[in-house]
């Protein structure tokens, strides 16, 4: 088992910034990669971006690619989702999961989760 806590959610201002902390515990966490998404009432979950296990490769969806940027520090077992430049449709509960050796944009290919964490951006 992996538990996953996220963290750094909270209301800001359009064009501002927020840093998303997800802290891992359970298995070794350099063997999972590690996914960032988020769920907008009466949305599906959408995939923010992703980080392989040694923190080499990264991927985003064209939304956030330039504003987002997603880094690990595996000596602290945590992954980190870095938000610049927000807008109010990034409003939404963020997630962080864990994938055993792959990277993915998938959801169904995640096998642990956090509980989320809110994310208000004001216009």
Not at 5 to 34: I, K, P
Not at 56 to 64: A, C, E, G, K, L
């Amino acid at each position: 088992q992996v538990q996953l806590v996220e963290s750094g959610g909270g209301l800001v201002q359009a064009g501002g910034s927020l840093r998303l902390s997800c802290a891992a515990s359970g298995r070794t966490f350099s063997d999972y990669a590690m996914g960032w998404f988020r769920q907008a009432p009466g949305k599906e979950r959408e995939f923010v971006g992703a980080i392989s296990t040694g923190g080499v490769n990264t991927y985003y969806p064209d939304s956030v690619k330039g504003r987002f940027t997603i880094s690990r520090d595996n000596a602290k077992n945590t992954v980190y989702l870095q938000m610049n430049s927000l807008k109010p449709e990034d409003t939404a509960i963020y997630y962080c999961a864990a994938n055993y050796r792959h990277t993915s944009y998938a959801p169904r290919d995640y096998d642990y989760w956090g509980q989320g964490t809110q994310v208000t951006v004001s216009s």
